[in-house]
């Protein structure tokens, strides 16, 4: 078991530009969550999946971001027509189970960088 | 709505000496209750956790916190601190019915030799 891992690691990329994260959960978790995290701030959440399904997406997630994870086990978090304030950590974590209070797991983040 | 409030953004102790980050929540509902630590470079990884039982609840590297419902706290404390326990420390709430976990702001710890 290697951990919840992200890709890539660090992103930069121009404004109005697409960009796509990838999250490869721990094998066995059946939970798996997105979160953003910017400067100085906790990590703030924007969805997550229960196997395939999305089950909740915070309103913070904009008409351009769009999240899915097909057959329940990685994910990818796409974000169109980047805009400089979409700059910050995303962050993964999976859990198992259905408890609120499972202890998630979290990847090392993928930081995305709009000039 | 559910929320945390870490109260300083940046503590510095000494070697050897107390460590106290202060948490207070706010939730209409019994909250779960989290910390957890992040350290440069690497994924968020959970200290403890409250989930109804003991009130006093223990957890890796020394670490404990206490639930105090009258005082709506979850302080994290470690007796003696360590020069590897500087870190960035995020308390955060849910509850049974809510899978958004809310963070707080985060309190950076440094310890000085």
């Known amino acids: 078991d290697t951990g919840v891992s992200q890709d890539p690691r660090h992103k930069i990329t121009k404004r109005g530009q697409n960009v796509t994260f990838r999250c490869d959960p721990i094998?066995?978790?059946?939970?798996l969550y997105w979160y953003r995290q910017t400067l100085g701030q906790g990590p703030e959440f924007l969805t997550y999946?229960?196997?395939?399904?999305?089950?909740?997406k915070s309103r913070l997630l904009s008409d351009r971001f769009s999240a899915e994870r097909p057959k329940g086990s990685f994910s990818t978090l796409e974000i169109q027509r980047t805009e400089q304030g979409d700059s910050a950590m995303y962050l993964c974590?999976?859990?198992?189970?259905?408890?609120?209070?499972?202890?998630?797991?979290f990847g090392p983040g993928t930081r995305l960088t709009v000039t | 709505a559910q929320s945390v409030t870490q109260l300083g953004s940046h503590v510095s102790v000494s070697e050897g000496a107390l460590v106290l980050l202060r948490c207070n929540y706010s939730?209409?509902?019994?909250?779960?209750l989290f910390w957890y630590v992040q350290y440069p470079n690497q994924g968020l990884q959970l200290l403890l956790k409250?989930?109804?039982?003991?009130?006093l609840v223990k957890g890796i590297n020394g670490f404990e916190a206490e639930f105090k419902k009258s005082e709506t706290s979850f302080h994290l404390t470690k007796p003696s601190a360590h020069m590897s326990d500087a870190a960035e420390y995020f308390c955060?709430?849910?509850?049974?019915?809510?899978?958004?976990?809310?963070f707080g702001a985060g309190t950076r710890l440094t310890v000085k030799p």
């Open positions: 974590a999976s859990s198992f189970g259905t408890n609120t209070n499972s202890e998630q797991y």
């Open positions: 939730s209409s509902v019994p909250p779960y």
């Open positions: 409250y989930t109804s039982a003991a009130t």
């Open positions: 094998s066995e978790h059946n939970r």
């Open positions: 999946f229960q196997n395939e399904a999305q089950l909740e």
């Open positions: 955060a709430v849910s509850d049974p019915w809510n899978n958004d976990m809310r």
